[in-house]
């Protein structure tokens, strides 16, 4: 409707042989700047809680009774690309979950050792293995082959509880003694429950791990966090979109 009365520009294309031609579009750029401006100007609002596969069509038509104010709603609130700005439904949610961070890296490492301290459960022993420029995460499964005991961590699958640049540190199960030697394979594997960072929960800001009470969080707790933080949009009254739609008419028509 609104996007009748853009005007026309020329836009140049090439076709799949290679030849340039031009094709007649609307020019949004400066017409939409100014509906831009004008919503960033308005200053009560109020807000709606997106629905899982909910459009800013559907919304327009709920709240205004038409669909046509769905792009000055996406103005509004800042949303300019369906996919990234949009909230993804729980189903869609756990499919990108799933793709994004099921994947298993491999590194072999001749370089480690051991710390075993004393605790009100016994000897717990820390085993620390050199991995220059790693990335692998706090809280990631690791899987460990061709160990050879009792100076090396036994083979089998362990979590990772601490890391630096260069190392990760997981606890082994029986304490080991002697000095280590030969050569390590891991198998490292990042999923959603892979510890994403860590927060102070008194400020909610990220902070290191090592951080007094630090909690942690995993990368489907930050995913799903991400996701309903595009939940919620902002609404102005139908009187303002109206007013806004005429004064549009009225400067491009």
């Keep these: 409707m609104y996007f009748s009365t853009m005007p026309n520009i020329y836009y140049d294309f090439i076709d799949k042989n290679g030849n340039p031609y031009l094709k007649v579009l609307k020019d949004i750029t400066s017409n939409v700047r100014i509906i831009k401006d004008t919503l960033d100007n308005v200053t009560v609002y109020d807000y709606y809680d997106i629905l899982d596969n909910e459009t800013m069509e559907i919304i327009s038509t709920k709240v205004y009774g038409t669909p046509n104010y769905h792009w000055m709603l996406m103005l509004l609130n800042d949303i300019y690309d369906y996919r990234s700005d949009m909230p993804m439904s729980f189903d869609q949610l756990d499919q990108w979950i799933l793709q994004k961070y ?3 890296y491999s590194y072999i490492s001749s370089d480690w050792n051991y710390v075993s301290t004393n605790t009100s459960h016994g000897i717990v022993t820390t085993a620390t293995i050199t991995i220059p420029n790693h990335t692998v995460p706090v809280g990631a499964t690791i899987v460990i082959e061709n160990a050879v005991a ?7 699958q362990y979590i990772v509880t601490a890391t630096t640049i260069d190392t990760i540190s997981f606890v082994t199960p029986v304490p ?3 000095q280590p030697s030969g050569t390590l394979k891991i198998f490292v594997t990042v999923n959603q429950t892979t510890i994403h960072h860590w927060v102070d929960p008194k400020t909610g800001f990220i902070v290191n791990q090592t951080y007094p009470g630090a909690v942690s969080v995993t990368n489907y707790d930050y995913e799903v966090s991400v996701n309903e933080s595009k939940r919620r949009i902002k609404l ?4 303002v979109l109206d007013a806004i739609a005429k004064q549009y008419t009225t400067l491009f028509s």
């Excluded at 102005?236 to 009187?239: A, D, E, G, I, L």
């Design 176 to 178: 080991i003694g002697g």
């Design 150 to 156: 009792p100076f090396n961590p036994p083979n089998g």
């Design 236 to 239: 102005v009254s139908k009187q």
């Design 102 to 104: 099921d994947a298993t």
